[in-house]
């Protein structure tokens, strides 16, 4: 049970000891997580000071500028997982193909995948505004040797055992699930360690901020355009309250202590929209279920689609279950 201010190794452990035919190896991955965080933390929290922001030079697969921080939060992630011999692959935003770790061919051992987004948001990052870090786990599938992209990468979000975000802002969060609820833990940097502020987090069922980038409201499916103008309208307890910072973890993350609902659909100019399947969207999809709330790309949930690319994209509404529904009505009723 969590209790209140408990720090995440006492919380670890104590879970740890809920699941003893667990082999504590999902438990040193979370172990490790948390150290790369409290790093990557730590340069993002001074990238004003140093010459550290701004472009870095290159751009990403996603044909984006690449951030230095991009890169450094990439690098200290990979790095972290690396050294544990519990990943035994690591697919990563910041990387074109996945990464096989060593150790891979003895048996039982690396028996994780890891996919994450280590700096999303990074365009905020010289605004100062709060950028996060995504992570999702999987079982890997292929017994031993070099993980296969297929068979141990492209699984459905249903799959994933663990999920989870990091949130630098005006304070650091770590939040994530391993399938029994949402807990999220601040960092208090004075001490270097991680306290549980947040046991228990819940997606209220109804909200009244919606999240969506509207400058692109000309190209957005009509059932969208139309679940827009519901929002706005003067009727029961609407207007919502319109709320987008472009840093789609802190837009969810306020959205899941307020309640709301996030959307970035299709656009003309990206049919699948903008949001990645494997690591952005699967695992905040993973954390809103396990918080009571919904993910669906408009029509379908999110975490049963059967991913067919390592940087695939999807359409993406997530948040408190009865305005996810209510758009999704919308959106079914636009395609007719
Ligand atoms: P737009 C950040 O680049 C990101 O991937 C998400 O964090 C954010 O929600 C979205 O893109 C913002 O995109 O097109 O509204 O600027």
């Not at 991955?29 to 010459?51: F, M």
């Not at 009509?222 to 319109?242: A, F, H, L």
């Not at 309640?259 to 990206?270: C, D, E, K, L, R």
Request: proline letters at 4%; aromatic letters at 10%; one cysteine or more.
């Amino acid at each position: 049970m969590a209790r209140k201010n408990q720090t995440l190794g006492e919380f670890i452990i104590e879970n740890q000891s809920a699941f003893p035919y667990s082999s504590g190896e999902l438990s040193r991955l979370i172990n490790s997580i948390r150290l790369a965080a409290k790093v990557v933390n730590h340069e993002v929290n001074k990238a004003g000071l140093v010459d550290i922001t701004g472009a870095y030079g290159e751009t990403n697969i996603q044909g984006e500028d690449q951030q230095k921080l991009d890169v450094y939060a990439n690098n200290k992630f990979i790095q972290t997982l690396t050294n544990r011999e519990i990943v035994c692959g690591i697919a990563s935003e910041e990387n074109d193909e996945f990464i096989t770790i060593e150790g891979c061919n003895k048996d039982h051992k690396n028996k994780y995948v890891v996919l994450m987004d280590p700096l999303d948001g990074s365009s905020n990052i010289d605004v100062n505004v709060s950028v996060g870090t995504i992570f999702s786990v999987y079982r890997r599938i292929t017994p031993i040797g070099t993980p296969v992209k297929k068979e141990d990468f492209l699984q459905p979000g249903n799959q994933q055992v663990a999920a989870g975000y990091i949130i630098y802002g005006t304070s650091t969060m770590l939040v994530y699930t391993t399938g029994h609820g949402v807990n999220g833990f601040t960092l208090n940097p004075a001490l270097g360690s991680w306290y549980l502020s947040h046991p228990d987090m819940y997606f209220p069922e109804d909200g009244k901020i919606y999240s969506i980038n509207e400058g692109n409201y000309v190209h957005f499916p009509q059932g969208v355009k139309d679940y827009i103008k519901y929002c706005q309208e003067e009727k029961d307890d609407r207007p919502y309250t319109s709320r987008y910072i472009g840093s789609m973890v802190s837009d969810i993350h306020r959205n899941m202590i307020k309640g709301g609902i996030f959307m970035y659909p299709s656009i003309s100019q990206a049919p699948n929209g903008k949001l990645r399947l494997l690591y952005e969207c699967n695992p905040i999809a993973f954390i809103t279920e396990q918080a009571g709330g919904k993910a669906s790309d408009g029509f379908k949930r999110i975490m049963d689609i059967q991913p067919t690319e390592l940087h695939e994209r999807t359409p993406f509404f997530c948040g408190s279950k009865n305005m996810v529904e209510k758009a999704e009505e919308f959106m079914r009723k636009g395609k007719n």
